[in-house]
């Protein structure tokens, strides 16, 4: 069964050489209780050890069941040791964090054996050891001789091949030393029972072969044995350990040093604690800069005008010679930077269909202003009157002006109905003040600013009788209604082929052309930041004015601008310039004149003008449509300053994690020292190297994982006092929020860089030799 051939170990220190085993060549048989005795330094703990797999031998061979272990890897040895041996020790090298039961079956845990079969096995042998009322207990609660007996337990419950007794009796009283050795006796009665003993007697009294050694050779076996036969169905089964249960391991062990184990943590944590802080900060002061940017974005939106200004044109221009002198004393006419970057856009319906199809997503506020008039009147004190949503002083305008066409209602503020048709443009920047938000194109609004003020100028000149300061019933205002008249009932037609407006009537108020515009309620800015969004007086909805001119752009007045060379009004004649502003006026521009894009964040600002830029791409400088982002160019000034400023303080922050894994690492390599005994235990019982190291791997894990938690807990906890402090001090409110996502990130680098730091010492741990290993205190 088991055969040594002149098997040789030598240990050299310096210039001297001690021959441990000197060419010892053995047979042992399947079932037998052999007893080796021999002086200290004899070679007998190395003959064991070899006999273990705990040593290597430096020449021979050692062959078990008709195999040679002369090819054997660290890994034929791990299994070797935990299929086929079982180790009863002197000090009986008992994991003192585990309980009894634990520790019976930590073998059987590294072969992979199931869980309700170990646990049975152990208990068995348990049982047979008379510790049966003990299993469930700590080994600080047992005496020295059932700790031994929990080594026999253990050494058993695999069922090996093979049991190696290294002075089992040693630290034992007389009566339990012969209880013990009863115990081993009929242990060998089914298989190899191999003892080390200093003790003849007891050699004597239980073994069948006693082998005595001295100066590493064999002088006398009494019952010597010669393999002739050669056995087979050797086979070695894999030890594996799970990380589970590495994390069972190091977690029992982490509780029996609780002090040590939170101090560990909250030492690893403040790097931790810091990152925590400046990421809550800086999401607090990020959402108050997002706020500040939307309701800026709001008042700032994309803007495409018919004369546009190229922005690269007027930098190109104003940077061209700007350190450089003329020389002479001539002068040059030339048009200004200013002018030179005016940039005629060619607004068509292509165009106009492009921006269509911006993504909702990126914006879902697009208005469309045209530049036509609205021809308005209102019934005051039983008469119809011609009114506008100007907010100039029209007193003044109308007596300086010798033009008709200024009698054209025109003015006011133009706010857009989403692309989903609904209202959230001004529910998500206004207030209702008094009446309600409008649901139809038709409503209109009055807009106050944050004072509760309206514009006198566009009360006046809806026909209110006011003045200035005086305080107004908001019920005189809300309801009140304004009738837009078509061009065809306003404007007649005269024998020389002019137009002129109509007398204001009854007639035209009740014309099937003419629409009820309805004052439904007065709305206030949500915040001081966004007054000014539309500008103080009346509001109307941009699909309003398309509406206008779907109307207008077919009346007669329309048609016959569209083919005279003079202001069919006035008679006066005019450029193609002015009839194009006329013709617009009049209804009979069907492209708009203004496209305002209000994106639904600045992220999305900028896929917007990604997407205008796509439009350009190709075309030549005459052909592009140049659009004003004066958001964008705010942006600019603070985009990435937050970003910067949080990286910089992350920075100075991860200087305490780096000297966190520097002190895991240090408590780890302190952890390998004092479980030395422990891995001599686990290396014993078959663990790999893999294994030792998945042991120490898992218990920096925890303290990963804890130091993590407590980390983002203790840095969760400030932010309530740092809120304070920032709100007495900015006026800021809740500007320290911490994101449940940063928190699990800070947990997941914790734990990280815990096992990075600890793995070196545990791999170190895991190379250890066995038998030294055993050895230490």
């Given amino acids: 069964m088991l055969d040594l051939k002149h098997v040789k170990k030598y240990y050299t220190v310096g210039e001297t050489t001690t021959k441990a085993l000197d060419d010892v060549s053995v047979s042992f048989r399947k079932k037998e209780f052999v007893s080796i005795l021999g002086p200290s330094g004899s070679g007998k703990t190395t003959l064991l050890n070899i006999i273990g797999g705990l040593d290597r031998y430096d020449s021979g061979d050692l062959v078990i069941n008709g195999k040679s272990t002369k090819t054997f890897q660290d890994k034929d040895w791990d299994a070797y040791r935990n299929n086929s041996i079982g180790f009863i020790f002197q000090s009986y090298n008992i994991i003192t964090h585990l309980s009894i039961i634990d520790n019976v079956t930590m073998g059987m845990t590294l072969s992979g054996v199931a869980s309700d079969v170990k646990d049975k096995k152990a208990k068995d042998a348990l049982i047979r050891v008379g510790l049966e009322k003990h299993m469930n207990k700590k080994p600080a609660q047992l005496s020295g001789g059932q700790l031994q007996r929990v080594a026999i337990a253990r050494a058993l419950a695999n069922d090996p091949d093979i049991l190696l007794a290294d002075e089992p009796t040693g630290a034992l009283d007389t009566q339990t030393s012969r209880e013990i050795m009863d115990l081993i006796k009929d242990l060998a009665k089914d298989r190899l029972v191999i003892m080390v003993t200093h003790n003849p007697e007891l050699a004597e ?46 977690f029992t062990n982490i509780r029996t040093k609780k002090g040590r184990t939170f101090l560990t943590m909250f030492a690893s944590s403040i790097g931790i604690i810091g990152i925590g802080i400046v990421l809550a900060l800086s999401n607090g002061f990020q959402k108050q800069i997002d706020s500040t940017q939307s309701e800026t ?292 521009a069907s492209v708009p004149s203004t496209i305002q894009i209000y994106p639904n964040s600045f992220k999305q600002k900028d896929k917007v003008t990604n997407y205008l830029d796509k439009f350009n791409k190709g075309k030549s400088s005459e052909d592009k449509v140049v659009y004003n982002d004066l958001a964008g160019n ?37 952890s390998v020292l004092e479980r030395t005994k422990e891995i001599g235990v686990l290396k014993a019982l078959g663990a790999r190297k893999k294994d030792i190291t998945r042991v120490f791997d898992a218990e920096t894990t925890i303290l990963g994982v804890g130091s993590g938690v407590l980390g983002v807990v203790i840095a969760w906890l400030l932010t309530f006092p740092a809120n304070v402090i920032l709100e007495r001090v900015t006026d800021l409110s809740n500007v320290a929020q911490l994101n449940p996502l940063h928190a699990i990130l800070l947990v997941i680098i914790s734990t990280v860089l815990t096992v990075l730091g600890g793995h070196i010492p545990a791999r170190i741990g895991s190379k250890k030799d066995a038998a030294i290993a055993l050895r230490s205190e």
């Avoid at 030179?340 to 697009?366: E, G, P, T």
């Fill in 297 to 588: 974005l709001s008042q700032f939106p994309v803007t495409i005008s018919r004369v546009g200004l190229d922005s690269q044109a007027a930098i190109q221009s104003a940077q061209t010679g700007k350190n450089n002198f003329a020389d002479g004393s001539k002068v040059t006419a030339k048009k200004s930077a200013q002018e030179s970057a005016q940039h005629v856009n060619k607004l068509d319906q292509d165009y106009v269909d492009f921006v269509k199809d911006i993504k909702k997503s990126a914006a879902k506020n697009i208005a469309y202003t045209y530049t036509t008039g609205f021809n308005l009147i209102r019934q005051v004190n039983g008469k119809y009157q011609s009114v506008t949503f100007s907010n100039q002083d029209q007193s003044q305008s109308q007596t300086a002006s010798m033009d008709p066409s200024s009698t054209m209602g025109v003015g006011g503020a133009v706010y857009p109905t989403d692309r989903n048709g609904k209202m959230s443009f001004l529910k998500e920047n206004y207030k209702v003040l008094a009446g309600a938000y409008p649901t139809k194109k038709t409503d209109i609004v009055l807009i106050a600013d944050q004072h509760n003020n309206v514009n006198i100028n566009a009360l006046k000149n809806l026909g209110f009788d006011v003045k200035n300061n005086q305080q107004l019933k908001t019920s005189k205002l809300v309801g009140t209604t304004v009738k837009l008249i078509s061009n065809d009932d306003y404007y007649q037609q005269l024998p020389t082929g002019n137009f002129i407006p109509q007398q204001v009537s009854a007639k035209m108020a009740d014309s099937s052309k003419t629409k009820t515009l309805r004052i439904t309620g007065i709305l206030r800015t949500k915040s001081k930041n966004s007054d000014g969004l539309l500008s103080n007086g009346v509001a109307y909805n941009d699909r309003l004015t398309k509406d206008v001119v779907d109307q207008n752009k077919n009346s007669a007045i329309a048609k016959a601008q569209a083919t005279s060379d003079k202001n069919v009004i006035t008679g006066a004649a005019i450029k193609s310039a002015d009839r194009a502003n006329l013709l617009a006026y009049m209804g009979a």
């Fill in 205 to 250: 009294e239980y073994s069948d072969r006693i082998i005595k050694f001295h100066d590493g050779k064999i002088i006398d076996d009494s019952e010597p044995y010669t393999n002739e036969g050669d056995d087979s169905g050797f086979a070695l089964n894999r030890t594996k350990m799970s990380f589970w249960t590495a994390l069972r391991l190091s």
């Fill in 634 to 670: 705010i942006s600019s000034l603070t985009g990435g300053l937050m970003d910067a400023i949080t990286y910089v303080l992350i920075g100075f922050a991860a200087i305490s994690l780096v000297t966190s894994m520097i002190m895991i690492a240090i408590i780890t390599y302190t």
